[in-house]
């Protein structure tokens, strides 16, 4: 699966897991095996708020492609709040590992 991450300003917390067909986000398993080769759906046919609404939830050779919102602070470190090019995770099986959003401490 392919995730775009897409920040918003939020203290939420969002954890992940894909196996096969099959994401599971902050506990809600959504299957999308449903999703033929070359179609996509409305993120809202996904019915959880995690899916960026306005976006699309597609399968391209195989593989899933959407957007979830992604919780950042306004202290998060400036690449994972504000990056120059969209962060875009490559999860095949297992945790999804989001980019750390705590801010960077001086010590």
């Known amino acids: ?9 939020s203290d939420e917390k969002i954890e992940a897991s ?3 067909d099959t994401i599971t986000v902050n506990g809600e398993a959504i ?5 033929p080769d070359g179609y996509k759906l409305p ?3 996904a019915n959880n708020p995690w899916f960026v609404n306005g976006d699309y939830i597609q399968r391209v050779n195989g593989v899933f492609e959407f ?3 992604f919780p950042v602070k306004w202290d ?7 990056p120059g090019t969209p962060i ?3 999860v095949k099986s297992g ?6 959003v705590e801010p960077l401490t001086n010590d």
């Open 76 to 82: 998060s470190p400036d690449e994972v709040r504000a």
């Open 95 to 100: 945790k999804v590992r989001f980019p750390n």
């Open 88 to 90: 875009i995770l490559d």
């Open 1 to 9: 699966m392919k995730i775009t991450l897409y920040q918003v300003l």
């Open 18 to 20: 894909v196996s096969g």
């Open 31 to 35: 299957d999308l095996s449903a999703i």
């Open 43 to 45: 993120a809202s046919a």
């Open 67 to 69: 957007s979830l919102r």
